[in-house]
């Protein structure tokens, strides 16, 4: 399997990166053909920056990046808000320095290497999106048919029966393009849903950065670093939570190990994408067919084997 990562690399795209690089070390059949970049935790081009430099410090220099869309269909701009760079630091990373990588981006879109990508690999690739979905919904209106080609589209988002992350009902990557999210929703492809209702059930607590503190490695301190600050950030914004969730590495880890899956809802989403809930995700009821078996909404997920693969990986990582 081939796979792509689009992600608005802050501090959880980051350990979904290093994640993901570690999986497939032990997957000799697979691997990570390109990241591209979104916006949300960070500018497009911070996210371009900080996958390059993240891919590098964790032996991944031969993986292209591909610069995106700047802003959500529609708009004009974008900027990161105060409250989300309060939690991924302003430099996106927690205020971790890691050095530029000596590689440089790609000039190829985003949503033209989807794509192409798509065209070449088929069902031999999963495309993973953890930032706002809008080089998604370029790509597949760049070619349609993608939805159909390639295995599978595993999307970090949406907030069904918890709160969002914006608000009561808004999760963050649909609240940045509710219009992006909602073509992707009902695009026909065979999607992975990982959002809220699960990375909620996660948790990563002190214990597990402190022993990455102490590997002695640049990436030991750089992963444990960026962490400890994301976990103060939930002390302050979640009181009484002992951790952080897991979000981004929670739908790399599925999109590998879709068997952690325990429990799906098989029906059609949507976004709304106006009035008083905006962001929102939800059934979409005028899908007439009623269930839908390329849409799985993970609910819920082998929450030990989980923490095992994650932090297995994470531990290889940092040595
Ligand atoms: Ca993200």
């Not at 995106?68 to 320095?97: C, D, K, T």
């Not at 400890?228 to 002390?235: A, F, G, N, R, V």
């Amino acid at each position: 399997m081939r796979y792509i990562v689009d992600c608005d690399t802050g501090i959880d795209d980051a350990v979904a990166l290093v994640s993901l690089i570690r999986l497939l070390r032990g997957e000799p059949d697979s691997r990570l053909i390109g990241v591209t970049a979104s916006y949300g935790n960070v500018t497009m081009d911070t996210s371009v920056r900080n996958s390059l430099a993240v891919l590098a410090l964790f032996g991944a220099s031969d993986v292209p990046v591909y610069p995106g869309v700047e802003h959500a269909l529609g708009m004009r701009s974008f900027e990161v808000s105060p409250g989300v760079s309060f939690i991924h630091g302003r430099n996106g990373l927690g205020g971790q320095r890691i050095p530029d990588s000596s590689r440089k981006p790609e000039q190829m879109h985003a949503a033209e290497f989807m794509a192409r990508a798509a065209k070449k690999y088929g069902q031999d690739l999963t495309i993973i999106a953890t930032g706002a979905f809008t080089n998604l919904a370029d790509a597949l209106r760049l070619r349609p048919q993608m939805a159909q080609e390639v295995s599978r589209i595993v999307l970090m988002g949406t907030a069904l029966a918890v709160p969002g992350s914006v608000n009561q009902w808004t999760e963050a990557n649909v609240g940045q393009d509710p219009e992006a999210a909602r073509q992707v929703l009902q695009s026909g492809a065979n999607l992975l849903v990982v959002g809220r209702d699960v990375t909620t059930t996660t948790l990563l607590t002190r214990r597990q950065t402190q022993a990455w503190a102490r590997s002695g490695t640049d990436r030991g301190a750089f992963l444990a670093g960026m962490l400890d600050w994301y976990i103060h950030t939930y002390e302050i914004n979640f009181s009484g939570l002992p951790g952080c969730y897991i979000s981004d590495p929670t739908a790399v880890v599925l999109a590998v190990h879709p068997e952690l899956a325990t429990l799906c809802l098989h029906r059609r989403l949507t976004a709304l994408t106006g009035g008083p809930a905006c962001g929102r995700t939800l059934v979409d009821v005028s899908y007439h067919q009623g269930t839908d078996p390329r849409t799985s909404v993970v609910l819920e997920i082998d929450n030990d084997k989980f923490m095992t693969l994650l932090l297995g990986a994470l531990s290889a990582a940092v040595a």
